[in-house]
């Protein structure tokens, strides 16, 4: 599969394919939890693509934080933005989130704490 979406990558390229300039990022758990899952930010806006999952769907976590110094160190809160879940294979675009959100992204869904 793997080199499937290597093959299909570099396919599209040839053929003058780019993806809008941005910021990628890829995250990799393996074991119990395994997922994969890429997201690309550009501006405002990110997509968000569940690539592999043990489970079948991948669980996000959208959040905000805000940290100040304090005595003792730095004090940190996340403010949520939202949560969402896609299948394997599943892409969900997302416009107006803060520059610098944050994200977690698990094969199963979790308790919020916040």
């Known amino acids: 599969m793997q080199y499937l979406t290597f093959l299909l990558g570099s396919l599209l390229a040839m053929l ?9 990022s ?4 393996s074991g119990e939890q395994a997922v994969l899952s890429r997201t690309t930010v550009s501006g405002d ?22 940290c100040r110094d304090q005595a003792g160190g ?3 809160q996340r403010q949520a933005l939202g949560d969402f ?6 892409v969900r675009d997302v416009q107006g989130l803060p ?5 977690q992204v698990r ?5 919020r704490r916040d």
């Open 99 to 103: 520059h610098g959100f944050g994200q």
């Open 74 to 76: 730095e004090l940190c």
């Open 26 to 29: 890829i995250v990799r758990i």
């Open 16 to 24: 003058g394919y780019r993806e809008p300039q941005g910021q990628t």
């Open 85 to 90: 879940s896609l299948v394997v294979g599943g």
């Open 45 to 66: 806006h990110a997509r968000f693509q569940c690539l592999q999952s043990q489970s079948g769907n991948c669980f996000y976590r959208l959040y905000r934080e805000h």
């Open 107 to 111: 094969a199963h869904n979790a308790q």
